[in-house]
């Protein structure tokens, strides 16, 4: 039986008044500034962004059936590429966790009404939406075709509407950083009385540290992109060689932000992983403070290793073995979650329901992604994989098989609470069980191909790799199947799912203190924290 966290507080629901019934009418949605109704109107977006990118990725594979062309010339492979990985970063994997759960969950986990900035709050969903409708728009102008990194000097000259793109890109690191700023005022200035930083939700923390790589990395993409934008439409030399600037100095810049934004990726899933082990191991977290404390050290040297992308641009073998030194570095904190979660569920009544699933996916897949990024750490190997499917397979172990396979178990522990409706629980299996396959058939080979010398970007290839590819673009339909059932068995739940209970999980964290779905402002009465959390007997 868990024990309480939390006294006096008495959520009532005898009004049968909740967040998603206290008003009605399109226009409260779109005017709304609770919190909860702001994360709802995340998950619908973030969902559809999800869905318009992974049809650029199946589109891709069916292209790569064939060593030889099929339905696209270079050009639009190249574009198709470049759209799949904009949206895919840009618009669900970095907005991703900290605005479609964060945003729902923060404020009830540390006992407050509402974040601190409800308006900013709003604003940040609508940079979302108004800077990817501008990065999409591109497309009947043209397209880009320079890849999601945008690359100088081919970005600066490139006839497409990189533009655009880029004009979308920097309205949406706005959002990025007002949730950013509002989570980390949110979490020092609203917690409820009792309610600690060595009493906060691990989800929390996640989300705390996310914050920080969000407020601090953010700008300097922004400002990167008004540079490149600049060079573009005025010509001014910052990264064109030919007027004397240094396509390197863009490659400093952006991966500055971009490597620290992986993180901005992975940390909170990590987060949402630490609550479903806890919960469906019904068992006390394992060593509550060195994964809290983990997630800052992640942070930390986020901003640090940003050079490993840069191994083969010509920098200094010092500034390489520094660099190669500090990103094996990260295993460290990273190998304290692996190891205290797998110690959490040791001995435990260990549940093998949907989201745990998808939390020991999570575990497996992200395990290899990691492991795998050692190998690309290593100065020596990485000039041999660099820029073939070795760091594809990587890339996607992380983001896919870590971030998104994360998203989709945090939707699945807190449906119940988010929308007061259970889910179909075989249908949640099901699509459990087809992501993991999908996923491994996917990306398996492309990492014996990428070590083979299989180089990434083309959209024609030796006949030598025609297996490999062939058994990828197989394992995506399998993939695209389990992500399709688990969207489907989400929905379905909303629309006609039997009534969810308060604590359906036995949780021991605020959010199952209060009915499902939540009221209004959360609490009818300011909770008071006298335990911590994760606490069973």
Not at 70 to 85: E, P, S, W
Not at 311 to 320: H, I
Request: hydrophobic share 50%; charged share 10%; proline share 5%.
């Amino acid at each position: 039986m868990a024990d309480t966290t939390v006294v006096d507080n008495h959520s009532s629901h005898s009004s049968g008044k909740d967040y998603l019934n206290e008003s009605s009418g399109i226009w409260s949605w779109l005017t709304t500034i609770d919190h909860k109704r702001i994360s709802v109107m995340y998950i619908y977006s973030i969902i559809g962004f999800f869905l318009i990118g992974g049809l650029f990725a199946i589109l891709m594979r069916l292209e790569l059936m064939t060593p030889e062309p099929l339905f696209m010339d270079g050009d639009t492979y190249n574009k198709a590429m470049t759209f799949h990985g904009s949206i895919m970063v840009f618009m669900v994997v970095v907005p991703g966790i900290p605005a479609l759960l964060g945003n729902f969950l923060l404020p009830i986990m540390i006992g407050a009404k509402d974040v601190a900035f409800p308006k900013i709050n709003l604003l940040s969903w609508y940079c979302l939406i108004f800077g990817a409708a501008v990065a999409i728009l591109s497309l009947f102008f043209g397209g880009v075709d320079t890849g999601w990194t945008f690359y100088t000097p081919y970005s600066a000259k490139s006839a497409g509407a990189v533009s655009m793109v880029v004009l979308g890109a920097f309205i949406m690191g706005f959002s990025s950083i007002l949730t950013g700023l509002n989570f980390i005022v949110t979490i020092h200035k609203l917690r409820a009385k009792g309610m600690t930083m060595m009493r906060l939700p691990l989800f929390v923390w996640s989300l705390y540290a996310t914050a920080i790589i969000q407020v601090i990395a953010t700008p300097v993409l922004g400002i990167t992109l008004l540079l490149l934008t600049a060079e573009r439409v005025f010509g001014v030399g910052i990264f064109d060689p030919n007027l004397g600037g240094d396509p390197v100095l863009f490659q400093h810049f952006f991966w500055f932000y971009s490597h620290p934004a992986v993180y901005i990726m992975i940390i909170p899933p990590m987060g949402i992983i630490s609550e479903i082990i806890s919960t469906f191991s019904q068992k006390t977290i394992f060593g509550y403070k060195a994964i809290a404390f983990s997630s800052l050290g992640i942070s930390a040297i986020s901003f640090l290793v940003w050079g490993h992308h840069m191994f083969v641009s010509g920098q200094s073998p010092v500034a390489a073995t520094v660099f190669s030194v500090l990103t094996m570095l990260v295993g460290v904190p990273t190998a304290i979650k692996l190891f205290n979660w797998t110690a959490t569920m040791y001995k435990g009544r260990v549940s093998f329901a949907t989201p745990m699933l998808y939390a020991l996916s999570f575990l497996s897949l992200f395990t290899i992604g990691g492991l795998t990024g050692l190998f690309l750490a290593a100065y020596a190997v990485d000039v041999h994989l660099h820029d073939t499917y070795f760091v594809v397979a990587h890339f996607h172990y992380v983001m896919l098989g870590g971030a998104i396979v994360g998203m989709i178990g945090g939707l699945f522990y807190w449906w119940p609470k988010i929308t007061g409706k259970m889910y179909d629980e075989v249908l949640g299996r099901i699509s459990a069980l087809l992501v993991f396959v999908g996923f491994n058939v996917t990306f398996l080979p492309q990492f014996v191909m990428g070590s083979l010398g299989m180089p990434r970007r083309y959209h024609t290839y030796d006949g030598i790799y025609s297996a490999y590819h062939m058994t990828s673009t197989i394992g995506s339909w399998i993939l695209t199947l389990g992500i399709f059932i688990a969207f489907y068995a989400l929905y379905k739940a909303a629309k006609s799912g039997e009534k969810a209970p308060m604590n359906p999980w036995n949780g021991t964290t605020l959010e199952w203190t209060v009915p499902s779905p939540p009221p209004h402002e959360n609490f009818d009465t300011v909770p008071t924290v006298t335990g911590r959390p994760y606490e069973y007997r």
